[in-house]
């Protein structure tokens, strides 16, 4: 469970480039500081439906600056891409197509109602709707869901997407995949069953209450096996939704049309509003947001939020900015402080410098209350088991120099003492970031010493603990966001010891307590999700306690909206505006 949005989705790691001052932007996200207009209002969709309407036709135009890794729900990893499969893609199950913490619920898709759960946990069976049909006309079975799954076994042939499903469900097996399967009707994965068309029954080695979202993945999608090409698959992927292919141009877009197979009463959330969907590549941002305030393109794919130059021009325009949402990208941007380097082995240390920190000027060094909120913890507000949790006092937004110097003292450095910062020297905000520590920290008689890496590098510098040891990182800049919106999906890779690794780490502070480890797998064997949450909480407040993590903001997004737009909300699981719920209201 390494690779997230963060690390593998350029699409999201872009963040605002604010140099207007930052005025706005409440906790929760859903306030009206712009003037109401012909957009509904600053915020208006971030937690109801804008303009709710069931009018059909017209073309929903999308524009990006950032094209798809893959239109093979297997193979993609971009946050931008997972939303628009829901125009071509079902799954057993689908998160709700409704604004806020609504949309974090699981709902039957493919699936005719949620799983017959064992009473161990550990196997999950499901039956299937009727008349469940691909884009040419051949019945959906549990066989096609059962092969969708097998195609990601084979990393040589589908690679490049999640890989929960295959970590949970090879067991030993070390299952290829179907390519190479000699099983004749290569369907050989012995942990999924299909008994027959209707029914799909899959063993978990051990209870995981974290399983029913992963089959609400791409990887989990249905592909029908005579229309697989393998790795091109992605060039033309069989529809099982509402819409279909009509063309795929890399680095151009796509074009996206009804499909008659599709049977809307089998559909629980998807209204199919306009007659076409294309989505346009430009390779020119600024170009993109005049098309955008020009309403030549409806809204960004991307989902990142508006340039330098556009968001000046929208937060100095009242009516321009009753256009636009800022909500929460679900994401925290932090400074980890590394134990294992000394003399951060000493928690009064640590302490030392989340009391020093000065939280408004890292806000600011990000872009201010628009690139998102000062956070005291670290679970972002669409994770279950979130609070206002802050024992250091970080959304005060100002040092605390006296409690700092205390322990200095306590940690026996009185005098101050070096350390170094490790940042990505490509992301011009973490670079800022890492600066404003720096400058925080000098009040206390902290040096800090400034190292910047090749961003690409990531994984073999900051995500090697032996080389950060062999630096002597004490601080590193990062940011994260999970696959799937529970405590586990952003947690575990951050502070499970189990999950630390050689290469590729994001467990920074190389947190191994056997208590936290032994409640993420309490957690995972909880099929209550408010029980699951609760436990997540209490991981959370213990590594916040620790003085390990110095969360910087709960991360935000400025984008624009077309107000011809109808049925416009934000969806906390997918942390974007949902895409296939759009309509267009001049049917054009």
């Known amino acids: ?58 073309t929903l135009n999308l524009w990006t600056s950032t094209d798809a890794d893959s239109w093979d729900p297997g193979r993609a990893y971009y946050a931008s891409v997972w939303n628009m499969e829901r125009f071509y893609t079902r799954t057993l199950l689908s998160y709700d197509a409704k604004p806020g913490k609504d949309g974090l619920k699981l709902v039957p898709d493919l699936a005719a109602a949620q799983p017959e759960i064992a009473a161990d946990g550990k196997t999950y069976t499901f039956k299937l709707k009727s008349g469940l049909k691909f884009e040419d006309g051949s019945p959906i079975t549990s066989k096609d869901i059962k092969y969708g799954i097998e195609r990601p076994f084979a990393a040589d042939v589908v690679a490049g997407g999640p890989a929960y499903l295959v970590n949970d469900l090879d067991q030993g097996q070390n299952y290829k995949g179907p390519y190479t399967d000699s099983d004749p009707n290569k369907l050989g994965l012995k942990s999924v069953e299909t008994p027959d068309d209707s029914t799909i029954v899959f063993h978990l080695a051990k209870p995981d209450s974290s399983f029913p979202y992963l089959l609400a993945m791409g990887p989990a999608a249905p592909v029908p096996q005579k229309l697989d090409t393998g790795a091109k698959y992605g060039d033309h992927p069989v529809s099982s939704g509402p819409y279909k292919f009509k063309s795929i141009e890399p680095g151009k877009g796509v074009e996206l049309v009804r499909n008659e197979n599709w049977d809307p009463t089998s559909d629980p959330f998807r209204k199919a509003l306009p007659d076409v969907v294309k989505l346009t590549v430009t390779t020119n941002s600024d170009d993109m947001d005049s098309r955008l305030l020009d309403g030549t393109a409806d809204i960004d794919y991307s989902q990142t939020g508006l340039s330098q130059a556009a968001q000046a021009k929208v937060l100095a325009d009242s009516k321009l900015k009753a256009n636009t949402d800022d909500p929460f990208t679900g994401f925290i941007r932090f400074i980890s402080i590394v134990p294992k380097v000394a003399p951060f082995d000493n928690i009064h240390c640590r302490k030392a410098v989340m009391y020093a920190a000065d939280a408004t000027a890292l806000q600011t060094a990000r872009g201010g209350s628009y690139a998102g909120s000062i956070s005291g913890n670290m679970l972002p507000p669409n994770i279950a088991g979130y609070d206002n949790y802050d024992p250091y006092g970080l959304t005060q937004g100002k040092p605390q120099l006296d409690k700092a110097k205390a322990e200095l003292q306590a940690c026996g450095k009185p005098d101050g003492f070096t350390t170094t910062i490790a940042v990505r020297g490509n992301k011009d905000k973490e670079v800022n970031t890492a600066v ?39 601080l590193i800049v990062m940011g994260w966001g999970a696959d799937f919106p529970n405590g586990a999906g ?97 049917g054009k």
């Open 436 to 474: 404003a520590l720096q400058t925080a920290l000098k009040a206390i008689n902290v040096t800090v010493n400034v190292d910047q890496y090749d961003g690409k590098l990531y994984q073999s510098v900051i995500g090697a603990p032996d080389v950060v040891h062999q630096k002597g990182y004490g």
């Open 490 to 586: 952003f947690l575990q890779p951050q502070a499970d010891g189990r999950f630390i690794t050689k290469t590729g780490n994001a467990n920074y502070p190389e947190t191994d307590d056997p208590e936290i480890n032994a409640w993420f797998d309490q957690a995972a064997g909880e099929q209550d999700q408010a029980k699951a949450a609760e436990i997540y909480k209490q991981i959370n407040h213990k590594i916040t306690d620790n003085a390990t993590w110095l969360p910087i903001v709960d991360d935000k997004a400025l984008n624009y909206r077309n107000p011809r737009l109808t049925n416009v909300y934000f969806n906390d699981a997918l942390q974007e505006v949902d895409f296939q719920a759009l309509g267009v209201s001049d």
């Open 1 to 58: 469970m390494k690779r997230n949005r963060t690390l593998a989705a350029a699409s999201l790691v872009a963040t605002l480039a604010l140099t207007v001052s930052a005025c706005g932007g409440t906790k929760g996200g859903g306030g009206t500081d712009g003037a109401s207009g012909s957009g509904g209002g600053f915020n208006a969709a971030v937690d109801k439906v804008l303009n709710a309407s069931d009018k059909k036709g017209g």
